[in-house]
């Protein structure tokens, strides 16, 4: 989600996703002497590196002050004006972290410990198919744009899957460099775990980044195995001006980026989706006069639920005007291999029915025929990029059980007009073969056992031991 015209989006994303428990909490007795708590999640990350001085409150000195570094530290040519993605790098350095596990924390390659517990808990003891021979899994998390919090938690799974059951070994790496033809030799088959942006840019340049993407598809053409987790799929598109231009891997993408068009969407005056320093300063008093409520200063307990209603888009609109910014494919070839490019989603942990496509695949046999539902980020991608005409579906969001409330948090610009919304989906690349699953954003899904098992079934039709049929099947509705 990138420009102005997600930003509403994104606004909500900050609302669905601070401060969990805050409404348990708010109908708890609490005595009233004890000091309020600091609030959590990324709106209390937010407030909390907005109170310069630490002592648990904020001013408007203090919020504009705060705004103000943020512009200088973003404006490092002195062009006089900022963009949502030069702001957003700058933000998710002066973010505290969100935890001390996870992704997007100060250890973004070791995964929490309970959710670990939780998915070791629930994985298959056996494989759907026997191993024609010795398997070997390359897992890249590699990223150039959004940094997902499951990413050391997915790299766990497909691991300890493939210890489990035997079906193969997994080395996890962060380098985009080891995708070269010499190492790739060693391996049948690359899962790419949630890779953002350009995700095989780095050291060498383009000659460099050129040659892993040539070797990226020799791989699989040649009859190898590519499996794609989530956001795998929200690569190598986007606007053509700006979309190589993302964060470093394993820095950034985090909450900045998520908060930065919210900045540019309120505060953008001249519609240029540019922001001033006097824009931006503007916009800073305008929220500390939201959260303040008339108070000179404000504790950060009442100035997080006052800021998430600053951010937040009135339930019923007004939606962001004018066009979207270009979203288009940047790497034809695998634009196609990887099936579609992502386009919006709506927000975990919104609810959607999952129904079985091809209910006879051994892929979807942990569902035992029948649909599902699933909380997580869902994916949507548009309708140039994705089509049943290019990929087999497995599953797909049952649109028809969608609640009109529901459909309509999707801006209309954005929508499918066919409501044909895959999730998960296998094709043939030359000889090699591609399993796709859109979600896996969310830590909670890698402690559901039969999604468990249709991933590891997923790998293993990557892989070419479990045989699915791939032909693709054109929508006749």
Known sequence: ????????????????????????????????????????????????????????????????????????????????????????????????????????????????????????????????AKPKKPRRVLILSSTRGFVHSSIPLAAKMVEELGKNTGAWTAVTTYDASDINTTNLARYDAILLNNTTGFFLDGPGGDAAHDSRKAALLAFVRGGKGIVGLHAASDSYHG???????????????????????????????????????????????????????GAEKVSLAEAAPRLMA??????????????PPPNVGLWPEWNRTIGGW???HWN???????????????????????????????????????????????????????????????????????????LCWI?????GRLFYEAHGHGERVYAIRPWLEHVLAGVQFALGDLQADSTPRPRTE
Not at 253 to 273: E, H, I, N, Q, Y
Not at 368 to 376: A, H, L, T, Y
Not at 427 to 431: I, T
């Open 342 to 344: 992502f386009k919006w």
């Open 239 to 293: 606007d053509p001006a700006t979309a190589r231009a993302s964060a470093p891997s394993g820095s950034g993408g985090g909450l900045g980026t998520l908060m930065a068009p919210v900045l540019v969407s309120r505060a953008d005056k001249d519609g240029d989706a540019r922001l001033t320093r006097e824009e931006l300063s503007a916009l800073g008093g305008a929220w500390f006069t939201t959260m303040a409520a």
């Open 1 to 128: 989600m990138r420009g102005r015209y997600w930003a509403a989006s994104v606004a909500a994303a900050l609302c669905a996703a601070a401060w969990p428990g805050a409404r348990d909490v708010s109908s708890a007795q609490q005595p009233t002497s004890a000091p309020a708590p600091a609030p959590g999640g990324p709106v209390g990350a937010i407030v909390r590196a907005l109170d310069a001085d630490r002592d648990g409150s904020l001013t408007v000195d203090e919020v504009t002050g705060t705004f103000g570094r943020w512009y200088a530290s973003a404006d490092t040519t002195g062009a006089g004006s900022i963009t949502a993605q030069q702001l957003g790098g700058v933000i998710d350095a002066a973010m505290p972290p969100e935890a001390e596990c996870g992704g997007r924390s100060p250890n973004p390659r070791v995964p929490c410990r309970n959710d670990v517990d939780a998915m070791m808990a629930a994985l298959p003891d056996s494989a759907p």
């Open 427 to 431: 094709r043939r690349e030359g000889e």
């Open 310 to 323: 600053a951010a937040a888009p009135p339930p019923s609109g007004p939606r962001p005007t004018g066009p």
């Open 348 to 422: 975990d942990p919104q609810l959607v029915v999952v129904k079985l496509d091809d209910p006879g695949s051994p892929i979807n046999a942990p569902f035992k025929g029948q649909p599902f539902e699933i909380r997580d980020e869902t994916y949507t991608f548009p309708m140039e990029s994705w089509s049943r005409d290019n990929v087999r579906v497995l599953t797909s969001v049952d649109y028809a059980k969608m609640s009109d409330e529901d459909k309509a948090t999707e801006p209309a610009a954005t929508r499918r007009t066919d409501g044909d919304y895959g």
